[in-house]
Nanobody
Framework: QVQLVEPGGGLVQAGGPLRLSCAVS????????MGWFRQAPGKEREFVAS????????TYTDSVKGRFTISRDNGKKAVYLQMNSLNPEDTAVYYC?????????????????WGQGAQVTVSS
């Protein structure tokens, strides 16, 4: 059974950077596509980014393209989300997710395991 843990999150000023990490245990991490989602207060959970098993394919939602970068380290069984040029609209709980698929299909990837979430707050 795959378990995902996201330490961190935090409070950052607008325009600043923040890096999220997700540690994975169980399962076969190196064969799984991974993703990040977020949920702002009063809104539905939305797709942010995804990455295939090798790290060679990534997908981003339009609002974060050019600002966020998803990456992974299969040796450390971890996935990361580097967030730059943050703005208050990025404030949300961010969730790490693991897929049963190896390929990256963006928001259509079949994500079946989820982390507990990390709060990111961007102040103006």
């Amino acid at each position: 059974q795959v378990q995902l843990v996201e330490p961190g999150g935090g409070l950052v000023q607008a325009g600043g950077p923040l890096r999220l990490s997700c540690a994975v245990s169980g399962g076969t991490f190196s064969r799984n596509a991974m993703g990040w989602f977020r949920q702002a207060p009063g809104k539905e959970r939305e797709f942010v980014a995804s990455i295939d098993w090798s790290g060679s394919s990534t997908t981003y939602t339009d609002s974060v393209k050019g600002r966020f970068t998803i990456s992974r380290d299969n040796g450390k069984k971890a996935v990361y989300l580097q967030m730059n040029s943050l703005n208050p609209e990025d404030t949300a709980v961010y969730y790490c997710a693991a897929s049963v698929s190896s390929s990256d299909y963006g928001p259509r990837t079949d994500f079946s395991s989820w982390g507990q979430g990390a709060q990111v707050t961007v102040s103006s």
